[in-house]
């Protein structure tokens, strides 16, 4: 059973910085791509930003694009979420994810990471 656990979130003023980690046992993401997403209470959890497995394309949400940046270290088996210029709007649990070839999510969801940004 692979377990995700999400990292590195807190309290941060608007125009700060945070750096996600997220780790999976047991080699698990390096064939996957890997996704990060985020939920606010009563809300869906929504896609944040993802990166290929092969090449280390990624692709981003429009509300995160330019700000977040997205990387992976296969060798670790850990993807990581560099967030910068934070808005209160970012505000929300941060989780990790891998995706299969169909879109699907591919693990259970781990426990993830609070940002708080505050204005």
């Known amino acids: 059973q692979v377990q995700l656990v999400e990292s590195g979130g807190g309290l941060v003023q608007a125009g700060g910085s945070l750096r996600l980690s997220c780790a999976a046992s047991?080699?698990?993401?390096?064939?996957?791509?890997v996704a990060w997403f985020r939920q606010t209470p009563g809300q869906e959890r929504e896609f944040v930003a993802a990166?290929?497995?092969?090449?280390?394309?990624?692709v981003y949400s429009d509300a995160v694009k330019g700000r977040f940046t997205i990387s992976r270290d296969n060798a670790k088996d850990t993807v990581y979420l560099q967030m910068n210029n934070l808005k209160p709007e970012d505000t929300a649990v941060y989780y990790c994810?891998?995706?299969?070839?169909?879109?699907?999510?591919?693990?259970?969801w781990g426990q993830g990471t609070q940002v708080t940004v505050s204005s």
């Open positions: 990166s290929d497995a092969n090449t280390g394309n990624a």
């Open positions: 047991g080699s698990a993401f390096s064939l996957y791509v």
């Open positions: 994810n891998a995706m299969n070839s169909a879109g699907r999510i591919v693990f259970a």
